[in-house]
């Protein structure tokens, strides 16, 4: 069974700052995906950023970057220029592949992004 | 961008009456999950469902709780006899085959369920 860890229950960081909010997984699978959601206070879940398993490179989407340890089953992100629209609470999610895996989330991360 | 849509937003119940929680997936996705998110916790897959069969289901998922697909476009998760517990929010996700390259789900915005 995986399971994903967010040890870290809140974060502040200063408007227009970089922070990195923390995620550590465990899997025996070698095939698999990490995902980060966000979930603002309307409680949609929204897509940050994805990344396979098999690349080494590190994902980005614009203001949005992960940090990819496969030894270490480690996959951070990091928020580049911090805007008032990122305060949500943020989880760390793992998939194996293939079509129709589940996914298991970690408990979240409440991020607040200060004026 | 194509949307999953759930209905309805908001739900309270009477605790031990059914209630049908309704998902349009996008069209051309073939793979359907429901999750639930108790308040301030994580969020926690139920089942998921393809080609009309549940793929896979949690324990939390017990006899309580049903999924069918009986018109080939609403999705939905059906809950006999609500418990106090069952209040949460429900969300259901969709996610397309794309020849064995997994993109993620999108989820709808969720249904809140308030048994009382």
């Known amino acids: 069974a995986q399971t994903v860890t967010q040890s870290q229950p809140e974060m502040s960081v200063q408007e227009a700052e970089t922070v990195t909010l923390s995620c550590t997984y465990d899997?025996?699978?070698?095939?698999?995906?990490l995902f980060w959601y966000k979930q603002p206070p309307s409680r949609q879940m929204i897509l940050v950023i994805r990344?396979?398993?098999?690349?080494?490179q590190n994902a980005t989407e614009n203001r949005f970057s992960v940090n990819f340890q496969k030894a270490a089953k480690s996959f951070s992100l990091k928020i580049s220029d911090s805007q008032l629209g990122d305060t949500a609470m943020y989880f760390c999610?793992?998939?194996?592949?293939?079509?129709?895996?589940?996914?298991?989330f970690g408990k979240g991360i409440t991020l607040s992004v200060r004026p | 961008e194509p949307e999953v849509t759930q209905t309805p937003s908001h739900q309270v119940t009477q605790m031990g009456q059914e209630v049908i929680l309704r998902c349009v997936p996008i069209?051309?996705?073939?793979?359907f999950y429901w999750y639930r998110q108790i308040l301030g916790q994580k969020v926690e897959f139920l089942v998921s469902?393809?080609?009309?069969?549940?793929?896979?289901k949690s324990e939390i998922f017990d006899d309580q709780f049903s999924v069918e697909r009986p018109d080939g476009s609403n999705f939905t998760l059906k809950i006999r006899s609500t418990k106090l517990e069952d209040s949460a929010m429900y969300f259901c996700?969709?996610?397309?085959?794309?020849?064995?390259?997994?993109?993620?789900?999108?989820f709808g915005s969720g249904t809140r369920l308030t048994v009382v």
């Open positions: 899997t025996s699978e070698s095939n698999y995906y």
């Open positions: 069209s051309n996705h073939l793979y």
């Open positions: 469902f393809y080609n009309n069969e549940i793929s896979e």
């Open positions: 990344q396979e398993a098999y690349k080494q």
């Open positions: 999610a793992f998939m194996r592949g293939g079509a129709n895996s589940k996914l298991t």
């Open positions: 996700a969709t996610q397309a085959d794309r020849a064995g390259v997994n993109y993620g789900y999108t």
